[in-house]
């Protein structure tokens, strides 16, 4: 049933169900308003066409990876870069630092060491 206003709407329930608080009726009729309505056939087709682009740019973006990965190319995800194993090099332990250049970081800790060490 269609009514003009909310109003006459929640009269019309309170009448037919005179034991029902009306907060009740409210909340019934809040609640039926936010449900989704059944999704018309162009709806459905077009989510199912959503659905198959995804997959395939999910398939390319695999078979991309894959022959990356094969060839042993240099890849650069995000903010993060893959490489090989033998060409990582472990950046050093340095307290209080954190650091993306630790090589230079601990280059310049090793001077001021030894400039340290010729100062006592």
């Known amino acids: 049933m269609e009514f003009s206003s909310r109003e006459k709407c929640i009269e019309y ?17 809040d609640y039926d308003l936010r449900t989704t309505k059944p999704m018309t056939g162009r709806e459905k087709r ?14 390319e973006r695999g078979r991309w990876l894959q022959d990356k990965l094969e060839n042993a190319e ?13 060409e990582y090099v472990m950046p050093p332990f340095v307290k209080g630092h954190i650091e993306c250049d630790g ?14 060490k010729d100062e006592e």
Not at 46 to 59: A, Y
Not at 74 to 86: C, M
């Open 13 to 29: 329930h309170s009448e037919q169900f005179p034991n029902l608080p009306r907060y009740m009726i409210e909340l019934a009729l």
């Open 46 to 59: 077009k989510q199912k066409r959503e659905v198959q682009e995804g997959k395939s740019k999910c398939i």
């Open 103 to 116: 090589a230079q970081v601990a280059e310049q800790l090793r001077d001021w060491e030894a400039v340290k």
């Open 74 to 86: 240099q890849l650069e995800l995000d903010a993060g870069a893959v490489i090989p194993a033998s």
